[in-house]
């Protein structure tokens, strides 16, 4: 008989792995909605034709296709079958596939529901998304995503407002955070200078990783697409530039002197970077050249943060995108938000020790059940404590103290109540802290407020 288990990049989360990630959830939602944003969800599936051609080919590849019902082969030839081509089968039986981010079905939602929307619209989603890609540390087939989005306003003021949330929900989180800004038109400005306006996807995409692979491999990455040697070297000094935000722009708008777009870019980050020169900080704000984020989506700003104690990759990430809604028939709708990882920063919080303030239970109090006459006193109890919003529960079968006991302390329980015989004749109950072992009695009319200054 096989064992059970679960399909490869995916996680079982456990009662207090759950309690861990809600705080996470709580905190995220909290600051959202301090900023004035809303919560929206769409379905985990979308139609194949809403997915592909928005995230480059790399990310079609990663789509996870599903099958059509039914009879998915009644139309696929013997022909088609023996050529062995799984992406023209695929296309044929497969329909829809599960969303790969939360931005492209937003962008979707827009669209679709433009006449019932307020404009600008400030939503919030937390859902989860798939991928198919190679499981390893720090990445997973199936993981959550904290997007929040503002659509219908071209105003510098909102990715301002993002990396103000950016900040505010880390450093509620004691993450400390580098936070690595660029812009897709300053991108579109070094693809000019070097002289390969019509390669910027292929640059893009290469110098993105240069934290990851180093100079020499994007390099070789560069000519496998066709860039030239001469391009290739006139690009070196411009990703190496060294100095604070506006040193950097300042050397860079002397480069791009003939490109519109660069030139535009770099008026872009300068009010940005004046906008957060006013703004006290906890995280640290880069401009970084060889940021590039990989979505082909991305028209203007760019934005990406680290751990600055743990080494996992990107743990937000977002950026303006203007033309989205237009591949859905809603031209002219500029957008612009950043997508928090859940899962990688409850990683980042694990190997940082920083769950140790949050509760590690979800109950407050346990009732003691002795069973016989002292039961119907007990029900009375748990129901007060509930009826005055104290997370509680009362043990369901009448067994020896000790076993109660032991299951207050593996669920973390921190407060029990015990009432016998002797507390039903004074009215009272008996309370036990558990971190300390301190045992009180407490007249039962006061019990639910002495509780709650307790917790």
Same mark, same amino acid.
């Given at each position: 008989?096989?064992?059970?288990?679960?399909?490869?990049?995916?996680?079982?989360?456990?009662?207090?792995?759950?309690?861990?990630?809600?705080?996470?959830?709580?905190? !995220?939602?909290?600051?959202?909605?301090?900023?004035?944003?809303?919560?929206?969800?769409?379905?985990?599936?979308?139609?194949? +034709?809403?997915?592909?051609?928005?995230?480059?080919?790399?990310?079609?590849?990663?789509?996870?296709?599903?099958?059509?019902?039914?009879?998915?082969?009644?139309?696929?030839?013997?022909?088609?079958?023996?050529?062995?081509?799984?992406?023209?089968?695929?296309?044929?039986?497969?329909?829809? $596939?599960?969303?790969?981010?939360?931005?492209?079905? @937003?962008?979707?939602?827009?669209?679709?529901?433009?006449?019932?929307? %307020?404009?600008?619209?400030?939503?919030?989603?937390?859902?989860?998304?798939?991928?198919?890609?190679?499981?390893?540390? $720090?990445?997973?087939?199936?993981?959550?995503?904290?997007?929040?989005? !503002?659509?219908?306003?071209?105003?510098?003021?909102?990715?301002?407002?993002?990396?103000?949330?950016?900040?505010?929900? @880390?450093?509620?989180?004691?993450?400390?955070?580098?936070?690595?800004?660029?812009?897709?038109?300053?991108?579109?400005?070094?693809?000019?200078? /070097?002289?390969?306006?019509?390669?910027?996807?292929?640059?893009? %995409?290469?110098?993105?990783?240069?934290?990851?692979?180093?100079?020499?491999?994007?390099?070789?990455?560069?000519?496998?697409? $066709?860039?030239?040697?001469?391009?290739?070297?006139?690009?070196?000094?411009?990703?190496?530039?060294?100095?604070?935000?506006?040193?950097?722009?300042?050397?860079?708008?002397?480069?791009?002197?003939?490109?519109?777009?660069?030139?535009?870019?770099?008026?872009?980050?300068?009010?940005?970077?004046?906008?957060? +020169?006013?703004?006290?900080?906890?995280?640290?704000?880069?401009?970084?050249?060889?940021?590039?984020?990989?979505?082909?989506?991305?028209?203007?700003?760019? /934005?990406?943060?680290?751990?600055?104690?743990?080494?996992?990759? +990107?743990?937000?990430?977002?950026?303006?995108?203007?033309?989205?809604?237009?591949?859905?028939?809603?031209?002219?709708?500029?957008?612009?938000? !950043?997508?928090?990882?859940?899962?990688?920063?409850?990683?980042?919080?694990?190997?940082?020790?920083?769950?140790?303030?949050?509760?590690?239970?979800?109950?407050?109090?346990?009732? %003691?059940? @002795?069973?016989?006459?002292?039961?119907?006193?007990?029900?009375?109890?748990?129901?007060?404590?509930?009826?005055?919003?104290?997370?509680?529960?009362?043990?369901?079968?009448?067994?020896?103290?000790?076993?109660?006991?032991?299951?207050?302390?593996?669920?973390?329980?921190?407060?029990?109540?015990?009432?016998?015989?002797?507390?039903?004749?004074?009215?009272? %109950?008996?309370?036990?802290?558990?971190?300390? $072992?301190?045992?009180?009695?407490?007249?039962?009319?006061?019990?639910?407020?002495?509780? /709650?200054?307790?917790?």
């Amino acid at each position: 008989m096989l064992k059970p288990s679960i399909p490869k990049g995916t996680r079982d989360f456990t009662t207090g792995e759950m309690l861990r990630r809600e705080y996470i959830f709580d905190t !995220v939602k909290s600051v959202f909605r301090l900023y004035g944003y809303q919560p929206i969800e769409t379905p985990a599936m979308e139609n194949l +034709s809403t997915l592909l051609g928005k995230y480059g080919d790399e990310g079609d590849r990663l789509l996870f296709r599903i099958l059509n019902s039914g009879d998915f082969l009644s139309g696929i030839t013997d022909g088609e079958l023996l050529k062995r081509d799984s992406g023209a089968v695929s296309s044929q039986i497969c329909e829809k $596939g599960l969303r790969y981010d939360l931005t492209v079905p @937003f962008a979707r939602f827009v669209v679709q529901h433009r006449d019932e929307l %307020v404009f600008p619209f400030k939503r919030y989603q937390v859902q989860p998304v798939w991928r198919a890609d190679r499981p390893q540390k $720090g990445r997973y087939r199936e993981f959550f995503q904290c997007d929040v989005d !503002v659509i219908g306003s071209d105003s510098l003021l909102n990715e301002y407002e993002l990396i103000k949330i950016i900040d505010d929900i @880390f450093a509620r989180l004691k993450i400390r955070i580098v936070i690595k800004i660029n812009n897709r038109k300053i991108l579109s400005g070094v693809a000019e200078y /070097i002289g390969e306006g019509g390669k910027m996807t292929d640059i893009t %995409v290469a110098i993105d990783k240069l934290d990851k692979i180093g100079i020499d491999a994007v390099n070789s990455e560069l000519r496998e697409k $066709g860039i030239s040697d001469e391009a290739i070297s006139r690009l070196q000094p411009v990703i190496g530039l060294k100095g604070n935000a506006e040193e950097k722009l300042g050397i860079m708008e002397g480069l791009f002197s003939g490109s519109e777009q660069g030139l535009s870019g770099i008026s872009e980050l300068r009010t940005l970077f004046s906008y957060l +020169s006013g703004s006290e900080l906890k995280g640290v704000v880069e401009f970084d050249i060889t940021l590039a984020r990989g979505l082909n989506y991305y028209t203007g700003a760019i /934005i990406e943060v680290k751990s600055a104690d743990v080494p996992i990759g +990107s743990i937000c990430g977002g950026g303006r995108y203007d033309n989205l809604t237009g591949v859905f028939g809603l031209a002219g709708v500029s957008g612009v938000g !950043v997508s928090f990882g859940a899962d990688r920063i409850y990683d980042v919080m694990i190997q940082l020790d920083l769950f140790n303030q949050t509760r590690k239970s979800s109950t407050d109090v346990m009732v %003691v059940n @002795f069973g016989g006459q002292e039961l119907n006193y007990s029900i009375k109890i748990v129901d007060k404590l509930r009826n005055a919003g104290i997370k509680s529960e009362l043990y369901p079968d009448p067994v020896k103290l000790k076993k109660q006991m032991s299951y207050a302390g593996s669920k973390n329980i921190p407060l029990i109540i015990i009432a016998g015989e002797d507390e039903i004749k004074s009215n009272e %109950v008996t309370l036990k802290i558990m971190s300390s $072992g301190e045992q009180k009695k407490v007249p039962l009319k006061d019990i639910d407020s002495l509780i /709650i200054s307790e917790l």
